[in-house]
């Protein structure tokens, strides 16, 4: 049990991305991988990932995870409700855990609430490659990867290390935030991820008519219309 925790406090490594054929790409067990992005925080990312997860476990009946790549700031626990740590299974994988049908998986599962996370690059992108690929998933229809803000190594590993079936890019009407999500949504272009939503947060959230507004089309099964 210490052994597998050990990686998470090592440092050093170099900022490297390796091109992985379609198969090395995928998560074992996992059809399709949505990114939910933003150019900013606090615009309302999270929330839209994890109402999107359930509505899509709760209302399409998907098998449905989230991936909370968000190591400085996790919110899905939170959000989530869910305050326990992942078990571990016989081959040494993080068991993810379940609460209204979605299984989840995050950094804040793994440290004390008000701990600060105090990495440097390479210990991050070791903490998310453990979080996607050492992670006991099991079936899923989709797997949601709230993404953390802004276009850096972490956004950059996500895209480069997973075979995203798409991004949906969460911003706020201002024009600071607008700006920086057009900069995500050339990122996701750069890195041929295609972007198959924008959406658009208010003052006043509504997570019921998030849920409303999903129906079914061939691709992921869902669209959302704004």
């Known amino acids: ?15 490297s991305y390796s091109v992985l054929s379609n198969d090395q790409l995928r998560i074992n067990g996992v059809k399709d991988v949505i990114a939910v992005a933003s150019g900013k925080g606090g615009v309302g990312k ?35 409700n869910i305050h326990q740590k992942p078990e571990v299974n016989n081959d040494m994988k993080m068991i993810p855990i379940e609460n209204y049908g979605v299984k989840c998986m995050s950094m804040g599962f793994l440290v004390d609430k008000d701990a600060p996370i ?69 990122m996701f272009s750069k ?9 658009c947060m208010y003052s006043l959230i509504r997570p019921a008519k998030l849920v409303e507004n999903l129906c079914m089309v061939p691709k992921f099964g869902i669209v959302m219309k704004f």
């Open 191 to 199: 890195v041929q991820v295609p972007v198959s939503h924008k959406f």
């Open 1 to 15: 049990m210490k052994g597998f925790w050990r990686p998470f406090a090592r440092l050093g490594g170099a900022r």
């Open 46 to 80: 999270s929330t839209t990932a994890v109402n999107l997860a359930v509505a899509l476990a709760n209302k399409c009946g998907l098998k449905v995870g989230v991936l909370d790549a968000d190591v400085y700031g996790p919110s899905v626990p939170t959000m989530m």
């Open 118 to 186: 105090v990495w440097r690059g390479p210990m991050v992108m070791s903490a998310l490659q453990k979080m996607s690929r050492e992670v006991a998933w099991g079936v899923l229809d989709i797997l949601v990867v709230d993404m953390p803000p802004g276009t850096g190594d972490a956004q950059l590993t996500m895209s480069q290390k997973l075979q995203l079936s798409g991004a949906l890019i969460v911003s706020t009407p201002q024009d600071v935030a607008l700006i920086d999500a057009r900069r995500g949504v050339r």
